[in-house]
């Protein structure tokens, strides 16, 4: 059975960071791009960032480029994503997410497994 679990959401003022995780079982995602999402109240699922099986290749959303990084362990079937200069309009539950697509995808819809996600608040 596969599962993806996040975890290190929570709370942090305007400015701060937070480091998020994403633990996959059930099977090796090493040969797929994995991807973080968010999805705010009242707004659709959004996407953030891939990475390529490749380490290197990453994509950004233009919202969080230059401030979020995401990277994956492939021995520890784990991805992360570490958040900086958080926002107030960060604030969103994230989901981690594990393609079926090649390439750098970014839409809902490339993407097969899912995690529970996590929230992140970002105060003012």
């Known amino acids: 059975q596969v599962q993806l679990v996040e975890s290190g959401g929570g709370l942090v003022q305007a400015g701060g960071s937070l480091r998020l995780s994403c633990a996959a079982s059930?099977?090796?995602?090493?040969?797929?791009?994995m991807g973080w999402f968010r999805q705010a109240p009242g707004k659709e699922r959004e996407f953030v960032a891939c990475?390529?099986?490749?380490?290197?290749?990453?994509y950004y959303a233009d919202s969080v480029k230059g401030r979020f990084t995401i990277s994956r362990d492939r021995a520890k079937n784990t991805v992360y994503l570490q958040m900086n200069s958080l926002k107030p309009e960060d604030t969103a539950v994230y989901y981690c997410?594990?393609?079926?697509?090649?390439?750098?995808?970014?839409?809902?819809?490339?993407?097969?497994?899912w995690g529970q996600g996590t929230q992140v608040t970002v105060s003012s």
């Open positions: 059930g099977r090796s995602f090493s040969s797929n791009t």
């Open positions: 990475i390529k099986r490749s380490a290197g290749s990453t």
């Open positions: 997410a594990v393609a079926s697509a090649l390439g750098y995808p970014a839409e809902v819809y490339e993407y097969e497994y």
